[in-house]
Structures are given as structure tokens and as C-alpha cells.
């Protein structure tokens, strides 16, 4: 059985299905839901992982499929927009992100995000007699908001959750700290969600293999100048810059730092 990445709604990650079918990236499948099937888009083909998949791949969606998915789509404007009114009488902090109706027409999920937990009990029902449909409410967070939403970051690329399919995985302070950017404040390192951008991930490990076996700053070493404290470190070039009790300033390699 071969795997697939499929996304099934645009705020979530991609799951993994196996299947036998031969398909290609972009192709649209049907796989079984939770309650109902579910059209998906095929980010990733013939994966090799030994992660547990979450399902299989039914068959490849018709044009029949493909209709009745974006008669549904039309009519997302309209029930995110009906939802927020009730949301809005009912008082709950929580704010609805998207909402999409199941592939068989009985069911209605939205995506909503909030600081805490939030009774949505009262809600679910409110919703059911407006609709006349099943209600699931999904809570997700801010990077999920943002790659659902879409937009570019300071650097003028597309944001990075939008752009690359996979897992949004955890950033955190310490690949900050490691690229020796974390003085810089939250603001200056936090993206369109308010969280730490993603792209502080893609050259932490390297950092941490650069760093290795460097001294930490403000740490007190022996050179053979004399003793002194490191004030930096130049993870690329790998050099320290080391301020001697005397006063002096003094730019070390790794190689010869004891």
C-alpha cells in the first residue's frame, strides 16, 4: 500500500492515507471522514514513513464530487457569516475562522479560535436548528488561522505555513536563542499569528551544530592572551570575541580555544 499526504480542510495539516490507487499531487480523493466522506487534495505522493495513517483513500473523486464540493463552497460565505451573528448574541469569546459542509450535505464543521476552552454546548444546538445539520465545532490555533487566511511575511515570500504542506511544527525561544537573534525582542521575530515565525526553524540545527563546542556568552575562558570574558560569538565564521581582563579585545577561532 502506497501512502499519501491528503489535506482535507485547508486550516488543518495534511493526514496520512494509504491506498493502491496510482495518483498524483494535486489530485482530488475521497476518503472516509469521521462521520461521512470527505474530498481532499493529494499534497505529497508514495511516501515513505512508518507513520500510522489515519485512513484510506476510497477512490478518486468524479466530476459529480467536484460539483457538489463547490456548490458547497459557494455557500461558506454565507454560514460563517450566520454563525458569527449567533456567536455574537450568544456572548463566547471565540472567533469563527472558517466553516465548510461535509461532502454528503449532513454535517457542518467550523474552525474557530479562542485563548481558552469554551462551552460551545448551547452554541452546537443554536447552530443545528439554523442549519438543520449535524454541528462540530474544531478549535485551532493562531499558525492554523494564518495558514488557512494566507499572505506574505516581512520578507515578501508567502507565509511559510501557507507555502510548505506538512505539520506546522513547534518554534521555539531556543532557536531563537541559538541563531543569536532572541535579543532582537518578540515583536521583530514573531509572524502574521503573533507566534514565532516558522522560518526560525530551518537553520536551527545547523546553528546547534556550528555552536558545538563554542563557549556561552558572557562565559569566562582562558586565551592565550589571558583570561577573559566571551561577548560574542560568530557562529559562521567560527569565531569569539573575547574582551581580556585588561580591557583589550581579542577575536578567537574555535579551533584554538582550549
Not at 222 to 247: D, F, R, W, Y
Request: proline content about 2%; some cysteine; hydrophobic content about 35%.
Amino acid at each position: 500500500m502506497r501512502k499519501f499526504s491528503v489535506r482535507i480542510y485547508s486550516w488543518e495539516s495534511p493526514k496520512l492515507y494509504e491506498s493502491e490507487l496510482e495518483l498524483a499531487r494535486g489530485e482530488m480523493v475521497i476518503v472516509a471522514g469521521e462521520n461521512s466522506n470527505e474530498l481532499g487534495i493529494v499534497e505529497e505522493v508514495n511516501l515513505e514513513t512508518k507513520e500510522e495513517t489515519s485512513g484510506s483513500i476510497s477512490r478518486v473523486a468524479t466530476q459529480r464530487d467536484r460539483e457538489v464540493f463547490n456548490s458547497y463552497e459557494e455557500q461558506r460565505p454565507e454560514i460563517v457569516d450566520k454563525c458569527k451573528e449567533i456567536i455574537k448574541k450568544s456572548g463566547l469569546e471565540m472567533k469563527i475562522v472558517d466553516g465548510r459542509i461535509n461532502l454528503d450535505g449532513k454535517q457542518i464543521v467550523f474552525a474557530f479560535t479562542a485563548d481558552g476552552r469554551v462551552d460551545f454546548r448551547e452554541l452546537v444546538k443554536d447552530l443545528a436548528k439554523e442549519f438543520k445539520k449535524m454541528i462540530r465545532m474544531q478549535q485551532i490555533g493562531t499558525r492554523d488561522e494564518a495558514r488557512n487566511l494566507g499572505g506574505y511575511g516581512v520578507c515578501g515570500r508567502d507565509l511559510c505555513c501557507v507555502k510548505f504542506s506538512g505539520s506546522i511544527q513547534s518554534i521555539t525561544t531556543d532557536m531563537a536563542r541559538i541563531q543569536q537573534i532572541a535579543h532582537r525582542g518578540t515583536e521583530r521575530i514573531s509572524g502574521l499569528c503573533g507566534r514565532l515565525m516558522c522560518c526560525l526553524a530551518y537553520e536551527a540545527e545547523q546553528y546547534r551544530e556550528m555552536l558545538a563546542g563554542m563557549p556561552e556568552v558572557y562565559s569566562v575562558i582562558v586565551t592565550p592572551s589571558g583570561k577573559g570574558t566571551v561577548i560574542e560569538i560568530n557562529a559562521v565564521t567560527q569565531k569569539v570575541t573575547v574582551k581580556l581582563e585588561n580591557g583589550d579585545y581579542v577575536s578567537l577561532d574555535k579551533k584554538d580555544l582550549k
